[in-house]
């Protein structure tokens, strides 16, 4: 397939030839679903720690008597069913929130979220892009020039130092290596650009 050539100034400079299996495959919705939920899983953090009943702060006297009182039995306040008390199954630090998704599921989602872009017209290509100089001024005036509004992400094969630095301060956009471009990022932003090497690197790595 051809996907839509820009120059500097954001006016049309012609196609770019790409391979069907990457930017013109069919959308699998479900299969883009379990990619996020995975890739947000695998990076959460167990930093959840709560405390079962020999760690919570209580004394071990028992609270009422064993019989004549008409309430149910207890030993100690610390118990599970009472207010206060620790939890049956508690959360520690050391939980595994991770989610297994093979290299092949992988490769075909983010096929699928690179040829929905490209249909709903929310991607397109550039020579390459670079600054001469690390000022954010410079890098806004080309993105203003490209006509590129609202959220974007530009993808680039080598992030050198000036655009690295020209571009951080900049809130709504975002520059990436193609090995650094997740399934959530590529979903999140509105617009996003590749630069020509760009395209062929993400051939090399999901065909």
């Known amino acids: 397939m051809e996907l839509k050539l820009i120059n500097d100034k954001g006016a049309d400079a012609g196609a770019v030839t790409a391979a069907d299996a990457i930017f013109a495959r069919e959308y699998n ?6 990619l996020v939920v995975a890739y947000q899983a695998n990076g959460r953090s167990g930093n959840r720690a709560q405390l079962t009943r020999a760690e919570v ?3 071990t006297k028992k609270p009422f008597k064993q019989k004549g009182t008409g309430r149910a039995r207890a030993g100690m306040t610390s118990s599970p069913i009472w207010r206060g008390g620790g939890r049956a199954f ?17 490769r075909a989602g983010m096929a699928s979220i690179l040829s929905k872009l490209v249909s709903d017209g929310r991607l ?41 630095l020209s571009s951080r301060n900049m809130a709504n956009v975002l520059v990436l290596e193609p090995k650094e471009a997740d399934p959530v990022t590529l979903v999140r932003f509105d617009q996003v650009i590749l630069t020509r090497d760009a395209v062929k690197t993400f051939e090399e790595m999901y065909v």
């Open 57 to 59: 702060r209580h004394t």
């Open 124 to 164: 397109r290509v550039i020579d390459s892009l670079t600054v001469d100089s690390p000022k954010t001024k410079l890098f806004a005036g080309k993105i203003r020039d490209m006509g590129l509004t609202n959220r974007v992400l530009i993808i680039t094969p080598e992030l050198d130092e000036n655009l690295w």
């Open 90 to 106: 508690p959360n520690k630090p050391e939980e595994n929130f991770g989610q297994k998704l093979n290299r092949k599921m992988y």
């Open 29 to 34: 919705e479900a299969l883009v679903h379990q």
